[in-house]
Antibody, heavy 122, light 106 residues
């Protein structure tokens, strides 16, 4: 059974930093691209960042480029999102999601974690 | 950047058919995935690759995609189908989500 478990959310002041983690199990982790998707309170889904299965390529939404860094450790089946220079508008539930395709391809998300809430406020 | 547009809300009576549309430039040339999200829960795939249903998703959910519009159809809508629905496509190294449609079963 595929499981994605996020952790690391919390309250942080504007300008601060936070590191989110996603622990994966139930599939061959290094075969699949992994992503972060967020959802602000009462709003829709917003793509944040993707990392390929090997970790060799990363992609970011314009809204977080230069502030967030995605990474993965295939030996531990974990993915992380380092978030710096946080703003009030980064307040959201952050979901870890697995791409359905694998092997260097991208399409859609077949599994999602339960999400972790990040609140940026003074 | 690529955009996907959905109508904000759809109302349907129990047992009737709900149609949710997703519009984007030449969307028919891309694969579309539909997610259902209930309050306080993570999104769940109900349709992927335009027309395919994951195991465990009821047959009343179906999808189509042609031209500039993809459609999610819920036939014989049940109260448990009340949720937000998002379309999604892949474009230029980005997962693009639709604006979301709230389905109310009244």
């Amino acid at each position: 059974e595929v499981q994605l478990v996020e952790s690391g959310g919390g309250l942080v002041q504007p300008g601060g930093s936070l590191r989110l983690s996603c622990a994966a199990s139930g599939f061959t982790f290094n075969n699949y691209a992994m992503s972060w998707v967020r959802q602000a309170p009462g709003k829709g889904l917003e793509y944040v960042s993707t990392i390929t299965g090997s970790g060799g390529a990363t992609y970011y939404a314009d809204s977080v480029k230069g502030r967030f860094t995605i990474s993965r450790d295939n030996s531990k089946n974990t993915m992380s999102l380092q978030m710096n220079s946080l703003r009030a508008e980064d307040t959201a539930v952050y979901y870890c999601a697995k791409d359905s395709r694998g092997y260097g391809d991208f399409l859609d998300f077949d599994y999602w974690g339960q999400g972790t809430l990040v609140t940026v406020s003074s | 950047s690529y955009e996907l547009t959905q109508s904000p809300s759809v109302s349907v009576s129990p047992g009737q058919t709900a149609s949710i549309t997703c519009s984007g430039d030449k969307l028919g040339e891309k694969y579309v995935c539909w997610y259902q999200q209930k309050p306080g829960q993570s999104p769940v795939v109900v349709i992927y690759q335009d027309t395919k249903r994951p195991s465990g998703i009821p047959e009343r959910f179906s999808g189509s995609n042609s031209g500039n519009t993809a459609t999610l159809t819920i036939s014989g809508t049940q109260t448990m189908d009340e949720a937000d629905y998002y379309c999604q496509a892949w474009d230029s190294n980005t997962y693009v989500f639709g604006t979301g449609t709230k389905v109310a079963v009244l």
